[in-house]
C-alpha cells in the first residue's frame, strides 16, 4: 500500500527507443538534482543507473531534511519525506525479468508497480515515466493513484530537462475529468 504509479509493458521494449529514453532519464535525474531533489542509486545510497539496459533510482536515504519539516498545508500535496528521502526504487529495464508467471496479464503485458509515497524524488519518476510514455506510445501504459495535478511538476521537470511537454498520460486525463 501507499502511494503509487503502476506501467504496463511488454517483456522487451525496443532497444534504440530505451536508449533515447535512458539519455531522457539521465537529463531528467542531473536537473531535479539542480532543484535540489536528493536522488540515489537503488538502495537510497550511491548514483543512479541509467544505462542501455535499465534505468535505476532511489530518492536518498540520508538527505538530511528534518523530520519535522511539515508540509505547507496551503500547497497542493507538497512532496515531504518525514526526513528519509528513500523509498521504493525506480526500476525500468530494457527486458522485463519476471519472477512469477502471476505478473503476466493475459494480453502479455507485465506490471510494475513504484511506491513512491509522494516523497521529492517522486517528481523525477513521474518526469521519466511521462518520457517513457512520451517515446514508447500506445506500446506501455501508466496509471497512478494521483490525478493529473500531482503530475503537473513532472511535465514541467521533463520540459527543463528534455525540451518536451509530453501529455499527461490517459488514464489521468480521464480521471481528472470524471
Ligand atoms: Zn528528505
Not at 26 to 36: D, E, S
Not at 139 to 147: A, E, K, L, W, Y
Request: glycine fraction near 8%.
Amino acid at each position: 500500500m501507499g502511494y503509487a504509479h503502476s506501467l504496463s509493458r511488454p517483456l522487451r521494449l525496443d532497444a534504440d527507443l530505451f536508449a533515447q529514453w535512458s539519455a531522457d532519464c539521465q537529463w531528467i535525474v542531473a536537473y531535479a538534482r539542480t532543484l535540489g531533489v536528493k536522488l540515489a542509486g537503488p538502495d537510497g545510497s550511491g548514483r543512479p543507473v541509467t544505462s542501455m539496459t535499465q534505468v535505476l533510482f532511489n530518492g536518498r536515504e540520508r538527505c538530511r531534511h528534518q523530520r519535522a519539516q511539515r508540509p505547507d498545508p496551503a500547497a497542493n500535496r507538497p512532496r515531504w519525506c518525514g526526513g528519509r528521502c528513500a523509498h521504493d526504487s525506480f526500476s525500468v529495464e530494457l527486458e522485463y525479468d519476471p519472477y512469477s508467471l502471476w505478473e503476466r496479464s493475459r494480453d502479455g503485458s507485465y506490471l510494475d508497480r513504484f511506491t513512491t509515497a509522494h516523497k521529492p524524488y517522486d517528481v523525477a519518476v513521474t518526469a521519466c515515466l511521462l518520457m517513457l510514455s512520451h517515446r514508447f506510445g500506445p506500446t506501455i501504459s501508466v496509471t497512478s493513484d494521483g490525478g493529473a495535478s500531482q503530475w503537473h511538476d513532472g511535465r514541467h521537470l521533463a520540459l527543463l530537462a528534455c525540451g518536451v511537454f509530453p501529455p499527461l498520460p490517459r488514464s489521468l486525463t480521464r480521471s481528472s475529468a470524471a
